[in-house]
């Protein structure tokens, strides 16, 4: 059976105050910057002028993450997502073992950015 070749994995945020996704643009420039994550790290997008968008993303070469401004069909709120691009050719992991890997890398980056807000 053919495997996904993307997983993603969302947490909606919750506080007292929304994410003001301009402050997160130079937080993920600087961990390209410093190979903050264990992925490859490539890019900052900035999709805050499109509505139902992911808003800023942070792109990698494998990962994706950043944070949207809500899913208006969920009628969600903000959320930090975390996306497993593609499994490379010769990786032979199962599908479970990329859900862990998916829910490390996730977990990696989201305790990166509650650092980050201190």
Known sequence: ???????IL???LHGDAPV?????IPVFHGWIQNGRLSTMLIDVADYKHVEAS??????????????DNGLP????????????????LSDKASFLERLRQLWT????AA?????EAG
């Open 1 to 7: 059976m053919e495997q996904p070749q993307r997983l």
């Open 10 to 12: 969302r947490f909606e």
């Open 20 to 24: 003001n996704l301009d402050d997160v």
């Open 54 to 67: 992911p808003g800023v993303v942070l792109i990698g070469h494998t990962d994706d993450c950043g944070i």
């Open 73 to 88: 069909l969920a009628e969600s709120g903000q959320g930090f997502h975390y996306t497993r691009k593609h499994a490379r």
């Open 105 to 108: 890398n996730a977990l990696e």
């Open 111 to 115: 305790e990166a950015l509650e650092q």
